[in-house]
């Protein structure tokens, strides 16, 4: 065989190692992490405000959950699922925001998956945010098919934030826009 024929071979296994075995999952979160970015604001001419707070979630101990209880609040909606790279890949910032932010903010991480499994994602991580699980379509303007989605919401139901994709969610940019929209 050739060099040009060998060196051929062996990135084919190499691309096949990323795309086909579990430590191509690892390698898609790392580069997620890598290349995550600070999320912006939506244009304030395009926010738009909730038409309806009507969507039923349910908690990991299977208590019931609406929308509705957020009305006044500040809402960070983060919608997930374990076998999601850049899910995976955003969650220690998340975390972070979460612990800090938990009293003020109304978080929701709503996974897309089956409960048994983001169970076991939560344990083994450690990671301590409320789960919740779609019991029924939500606000159009929060219906996305992408994860990761994440949506931030001001006191007024606006959207101020619409991001798809992994995020930088620990930045200072990200702290600032919460703290202005407490402050408000």
Known sequence: MKKGQITNILLLLVLALILFTPLGFHVKVWMNRMLSFNPTPVEERKQEVLSSYTWRLADQQNRSYDLNHAR??????????????????????????????????????????????????????????????????????????????????????????SKTGAAAWNSRITRELIDELLGQ
């Open 72 to 161: 006044g609040k500040v809402v960070f909606i983060n919608i997930w699922a374990s076998w999601c790279p850049p899910c995976v890949a955003e969650m220690p910032d998340l975390q972070l925001l979460y612990s800090d932010y938990k009293e003020e903010v109304e978080f929701l991480f709503i996974a897309r998956e089956r409960k048994e499994k983001a169970v076991a994602f939560m344990e083994e991580n450690q990671y301590n945010f409320p789960v919740y699980y779609e019991m029924g379509p939500g606000p159009r303007q929060l219906s996305s098919n992408s994860l990761p989605t994440t949506y931030i919401l001001d006191r007024n139901g606006k959207i101020v934030v």
